[in-house]
């Protein structure tokens, strides 16, 4: 528990969320600035800053948890999709630092934008030069 | 292993990639169409259309490969962060039935969108309907 974040102190219940789930080891309530209808946080229980600090042990009951919230989400509000989003860093758009999987169940006809990917694939320069890259060669 | 399956033939080796990670479980590669500089596609190996399709068993094994490669790629690209994006079904942009996560590199003067939250805040009757339905009450 880190004591200046909103997300734990919504977990301790000292500030009022619409609790979809909770356990000992995760949590998920309504996001209060809805993208669509539904849109839920799942957080663990524990605080850790981003996925790079999510321990691997954890891995296994978080995201089953989320799989299973994901399909109920998706099945009582008779959505066609659902993304599942996640973001690490300001550069990224995350806000706050409590490591956490936005929910987002999709409509056909929601009118809510995509990830646009760009309509050229890319070459062979570039493919060679990101895995040099990644792979730190 | 799906006949018709784009991925499955990328992961086969019949169709070609650039491969930025290959187990017996688990093959990452660059998408095609990159979002920004590094965008890669994670998938199991075996064939399932969807995260709901997805064995909770492989959750661990399959997750833990997802942080370590999204660290390596933020690391080896210097971002500033990052997203990590899943889509189920067409409604929510899914276009190959293989299920997958967006790894997306992000820096801070990238220029690309977000998703866009509204402003204002969802209502005491929102939050009511949304609990009710979740929870199938």
């Not at 600035?33 to 849109?39: N, R, S």
């Given at each position: 528990m880190a004591n200046d974040c909103l997300f734990c102190k919504i977990i301790k219940g000292d500030i009022p969320s619409a609790k979809v789930y909770e356990d000992k080891d995760v949590v998920a309530f309504l996001d209060i600035?809805?993208?669509?209808?539904?849109?839920t946080i799942v957080v663990p229980v524990e605080h850790h800053e981003t996925f790079f600090d999510f321990?691997?042990?954890k891995m296994a009951n978080y995201f089953t948890i989320l799989k299973k919230l994901a399909d109920q989400i998706r099945l009582n509000l008779k959505a066609d999709g659902l993304n599942i989003v996640q973001n690490n860093f300001r550069a990224a758009g995350?806000?706050?630092f409590h490591m956490h999987y936005h929910i987002i169940p999709r409509w056909t006809d929601d009118n809510k934008p995509f990830i646009k990917q760009p309509k050229d694939q890319a070459g062979p320069e570039y493919f060679a030069e990101m895995l040099r890259t990644i792979k730190g060669l």
């Open positions: 600035f809805p993208f669509t209808k539904g849109h321990p691997d042990e995350q806000v706050v």
